[in-house]
């Protein structure tokens, strides 16, 4: 990971696009849902939470490649 990833504290929004497969931090807007962190897989689209709705954003707190990303696991 480069140094401007590092830096970046993007949030993201529900429809957009997940960037990179990891454990997201959920940031809701003033609700009180417990879903405080979520795993996405990049390419997915971001969710809405079933209480605030299209307040909710994300942020990514740890990439992980999923198995299926993974070049040792691929078939051949």
Request: charged residues 25%; proline residues 5%.
């Amino acid at each position: 990971m480069d140094h401007a990833r590092k830096m970046c504290r993007c949030l993201f929004a529900p429809a957009d696009i997940v960037p990179e497969s990891g454990i997201y931090e959920v940031v809701h807007g003033n609700c009180e849902s417990q879903e405080l962190e979520m795993i996405f897989l990049a390419g997915q689209a971001f969710p809405n939470c079933r209480l605030c709705g299209s307040r909710v954003r994300f942020q990514l707190m740890r990439g992980v490649p999923h198995i299926s990303e993974d070049t040792d696991f691929k078939k051949r």
